[in-house]
């Protein structure tokens, strides 16, 4: 079984300012990735940014990128220069073809 | 192109009805998962089919739900007796394959039990 842990109900930021979003799981699984999903007010999912297990290299994705920590299960998402539009609901998951989602982390950008 | 799309956007019914939920995945992609999102929490998995693969039914919380893909495309998600606990948003997916490719989500279907 896999659970997804996000301990961070709600997180805010001054725009233009880094966040860090924090993230840890438990799976069984040797082969899994991580994804870290945006959820805006409109309900569409979208992918953030994406790591596979077997690297060691953190993913990078613009002003997006993790902090990967293998043995501690943790998977963090730091955000830099925040900016308005990245107001939304984020959610941090693990799996293949199931993915199991955490509880979400509310973020609020603030101008 | 068409992303994923999901019909109705919003759905209320009355307690002990059945409602049927559709998805149209995006065009050559394999595989498709439904998830449950129930409010203020994360995404819950239901169902996911691959090709012609039996599907992956593990998620189903009981026997009143049920879902089918029909020529390995679209697919409705069916709900019967429904209760006040099956009210969420109901939101598909699809990828590829299955494996670790990306899933790409649709809008969702708000379901409302009365």
């Known amino acids: 079984a896999q659970t997804v842990t996000q301990s961070q109900p709600e997180m805010s930021v001054q725009e233009a300012e880094t966040v860090t979003l924090s993230c840890t799981y438990d799976?069984?699984?040797?082969?899994?990735?991580l994804f870290w999903y945006k959820q805006p007010p409109s309900r569409q999912m979208i992918l953030v940014i994406r790591?596979?297990?077997?690297?060691?290299q953190n993913a990078t994705e613009n002003r997006f990128s993790v902090n990967f920590q293998k043995a501690a299960k943790s998977f963090s998402l730091k955000i830099s220069d925040s900016q308005l539009g990245d107001a939304a609901m984020y959610f941090c998951?693990?799996?293949?073809?199931?993915?199991?989602f955490g509880e979400g982390t509310q973020l609020t950008v603030n101008p | 192109g068409a992303g994923v799309s999901q019909s109705p956007s919003n759905k209320v019914t009355e307690k002990g009805k059945d409602v049927e939920l559709r998805c149209d995945p995006i065009?050559?992609?394999?595989?498709l998962y439904w998830y449950r999102q129930s409010l203020g929490q994360g995404l819950e998995f239901l169902i996911y089919?691959?090709?012609?693969?039996?599907?992956?039914k593990s998620g189903l919380p009981s026997d009143r739900f049920s879902a089918e893909r029909t020529g390995g495309s679209v697919s409705t998600l069916t709900i019967q007796r429904t209760q006040q606990e099956d009210s969420a948003v109901y939101l598909c997916?699809?990828?590829?394959?299955?494996?670790?490719?990306?899933?790409?989500f649709g809008p969702g279907t708000r379901l409302t039990v009365l």
């Open positions: 998951a693990s799996g293949g073809s199931r993915l199991t």
């Open positions: 799976t069984s699984e040797s082969d899994y990735y």
């Open positions: 790591q596979e297990a077997y690297k060691q």
């Open positions: 065009s050559g992609h394999t595989a």
């Open positions: 089919f691959q090709g012609n693969s039996a599907p992956d």
């Open positions: 997916a699809s990828s590829w394959a299955t494996g670790h490719n990306e899933q790409f």
